[in-house]
């Protein structure tokens, strides 16, 4: 028997000001409704990796689902 896996990716930026905790809020928010979303189809998350900015942080977040 073999099983499918099946790679899903989230992209991210956040402001990373100091200025930006609304925008900042909002992204958040944003963010886990989309992990919320994957999951619900059977997506679980495998990976996140952070790139810094200067004026943005960048968050790419990996999802895999086994498919039988």
């Known amino acids: 028997m073999s099983t499918t896996v099946s790679f ?3 992209q991210t930026t956040f402001p990373s000001g100091d200025k930006d905790h609304y925008r ?3 992204k958040v928010g944003e963010r886990d409704q989309q992990l919320h979303d ?5 997506y ?8 810094p900015g200067t004026e943005f942080v960048t968050v790419i977040d990996t999802l895999t689902r086994e498919d039988d």
């Open 24 to 26: 900042l809020s909002q």
């Open 38 to 42: 994957y999951g619900r189809h059977g």
């Open 44 to 51: 679980r998350l495998a990976n996140t990796v952070t790139v």
């Open 8 to 10: 899903a990716t989230i």
